[in-house]
């Protein structure tokens, strides 16, 4: 009897049923589901990162002032505030990212997509209607009794089968041709922001050692006069902001980038695949690595921010 | 071949030098202002500089956004064209509907007339 179970469950298996969930749609739901969260999160962060590039810079620019004499220095000037980087610049590569996210959207929307559900209700309506104008169909003519009644359920069933069979045909040949059609274009933007974002990494490195260098000649004209109490707390504090300023500077923006594409890559390579387990486990594996990547880097600036927050 | 140095990598690694010389307790608090203010005036031009070349990738980056657009439209309209298989599936069983409704209405008239012409 067991035996008899496996048996079945193997032929299941060869089947067309079986068959079904490693040639439709399905089989690419889970990892265009979770490249698509994945891109969304690390736009999410990339957008932190660079809107905060502005107000780095605008510190950085105040701080180092805080080196001059009151009496000789610079006065404190609109300017200072203005970062530098424009926001048209700043914005251009969020749309970028955006627009990643928006091909990701779009992608896990077809992959996901219920049109399946919609059209089982939609053959049941067509089999219900088809049922009740035979019913109509006998009472006219009593020839066509045997037909009455007797219609209706194989219709539903064949239009779900075929229609079927078609909707997640047409779904998985818009979702491969797309992946493929994209990739080019994905590619290049990423290759592109992993040009541009170390730039912003450099304003950023320098903009904070500002911050640093000024911050500590504060520091050390406030501990000529500490008590041992007050200077305890100083201690604290500059660690404290010390710790968040290091935060921003160890967000590793490239590796994010870098990951990203390989896991892109990865998808488009599944894509012109076979789909088997192997193909499925590669691809999985560079969007796991990707996952938590952006995890990491967006705990980072999670961290920055409250960092921030605090010494705020 | 010689590596290409990146020139904002260049002047940001001078900016941080002469950001770390200014704190250096070795050398006269003038010379550590004039560091600083060198250091200052450094950021500023490595900022102009990055803003220039950011600017420069701009347009590029215009093109690909519309090209990747253009993928993402054409996957909408795959996905509206199933909606439209559905739709017309929808538009066959309202068909069967009317013609039910006008089958019965024949049925029902030709049920009154043969009443009729009974009576």
Known sequence: MVKRTHL??????????G????????????????????????SDGVRTYLLGVNDVIAKGNL?????TPITS?????????????SLDTIQLRLQALATISAYANALGAMADSKDVANLGQAAKTLGDNVNSLSMTLAKADPKLDNLAGHL????????????TLEIQHAQKAALEKAIIDGSTNVDAIIDQLKVDLPKFAAL????ENAIWQGKLRIYNVLRKNASPNALDSLINQCVADYDGISQLRQAQVTSLLGNMANAHRALVVFAKSSKRPKDLSDLAGQINTFSANVQLFNAMLASFQTAIKASQ | MATQIDPVEALAAAVNRLYDMSSNAAISAAQQQQLLAQAHDLRGDLIALVQLQLSAADAGYQ???????????ALDEAEQ?????????????????????LLQEAIQLGTTAAKLSGA
């Not at chain 1, 079945?8 to 049923?17: A, M, N, Q, R």
């Not at chain 2, 199933?82 to 509907?97: L, Y």
């Open chain 1, 152 to 163: 209706g359920a194989p219709i539903t069933s064949l239009v779900t089968l075929f229609g």
């Open chain 1, 19 to 42: 068959f079904c969930g490693c040639t439709t749609v399905t089989v690419c739901q889970s990892p265009v589901a979770q490249f698509q969260t994945a891109v969304n999160s690390a």
């Open chain 1, 8 to 17: 079945i469950s193997l032929v299941l298996c060869g089947s067309p049923i």
């Open chain 2, 81 to 101: 064209k199933v909606q439209d298989m559905i739709n017309k599936i929808a538009g066959v069983a309202d068909v069967a509907a009317a013609v039910d409704n």
């Open chain 1, 204 to 207: 950023i490195d320098t903009s």
């Open chain 1, 63 to 67: 701080y180092d002032k805080v080196g």
């Open chain 2, 63 to 73: 093109n690909l956004m519309q090209n990747l657009n253009n993928v993402t439209n």
């Open chain 1, 73 to 85: 220095g610079p006065d404190w000037v609109a300017n200072d505030l203005a970062g530098g980087i």
